[in-house]
């Protein structure tokens, strides 16, 4: 049993075999048979809650949502777990504390898997990776740039960085920067010999700051010859990406996410033991 909370509990030989159960996950059709994944969502999750729930049903699982407020009652999370554990075979859990999610870990006989908090995004971010190693011959020799704040998506492409070694610059304002990250603020010179372009939105006080960062098509042809812009969703035209942009070659499209449904698929089986 392993728990996935940050993509830094994993090493090399664990994305390699992740990624070799996603490949192969049509043999695992009825693994979950017999067994529960308790789910906590909030309303709001549209791709990570569907792809969760759908690959829990494609493996013959039960899968049991709870909205994310349901932890944040005055019952200590430890008695939380330790009722659970009577019943789930993993818990998959969304809520802005990593601490949270940490301390059900602390507790728990099953599996936790961390599908997003306020720092880091751990299965989003591994399935961009599987893709990107679909559709790139030598995915971890390109250059990866991120244009966006410090927050979570810039955070988790920070733990893949460190724990597969790409190399990973940030593009952003003063005051902005991720710790540990070489920073380019000004936007022309960050793209120039770039691969993947990666992007987040931004909350709405803080995109008068981000004005002079937009992602344009112009701006793209200044990267490197075949580079491709991946934007984590939601993303909004106009405020961190152009409309043409979105329209364009650059961005990789909606069949990249596809990978979100065998890679959480993959997490689960990897977290319970399966090799």
């Not at 709001?44 to 569907?50: L, P």
């Not at 792809?51 to 005055?74: A, M, N, V, W």
């Not at 410090?150 to 733990?159: D, L, P, Q, S």
Request: hydrophobic residues 40%.
């Amino acid at each position: 049993m392993k728990n996935f909370i940050r993509l830094t509990d994993l090493n090399v030989k664990d994305v390699e075999n992740i990624f070799k159960i996603a490949d192969e996950i049509n043999r695992y059709k009825d693994y979950l048979s017999g067994k529960t994944v308790v789910l906590f969502f909030p309303n709001n999750s549209i791709r990570t809650r569907v792809s969760f729930e759908k690959g829990i049903y494609l493996l013959g699982g039960q899968p049991i949502l709870f909205p994310t407020e349901t932890l944040d009652k005055k019952e200590e999370i430890k008695d939380v777990i330790g009722y659970l554990n009577n019943f789930a075979d993993c818990i998959v859990v969304r809520h802005s504390s990593i601490e949270l999610i940490e301390n059900m870990a602390k507790y728990s006989d099953v599996p936790i898997i961390n599908a997003m908090t306020s720092i880091n995004h751990p299965c989003e971010i591994l399935s961009d990776l599987y893709a990107l190693s679909k559709i790139r011959s030598n995915y971890l020799n390109d250059k990866y740039l991120f244009v966006g704040e410090n927050a979570n998506i810039g955070y988790a492409w920070k733990e893949a960085s460190k724990l597969l070694g790409f190399e990973l610059t940030q593009c952003c304002p003063n005051g902005f920067e991720i710790e540990g990250l070489e920073v380019e603020y000004d936007i022309e010179k960050a793209v120039f010999d770039k691969d993947i372009i990666l992007s987040d939105s931004l909350p709405k006080e803080f995109l008068d700051k981000f004005s002079n960062y937009l992602i344009t098509t112009s701006l793209m042809e200044k990267a490197n010859k075949d580079a491709i812009l991946n934007p984590c969703p939601p993303f909004y035209r106009g405020e961190t990406v152009s409309e043409h942009v979105i329209d364009s070659k650059y961005f990789v499209g909606y069949e990249f996410k596809k990978s979100l449904l065998c890679v959480q698929q993959a997490i689960i089986l990897y977290c319970m033991g399966n090799k």
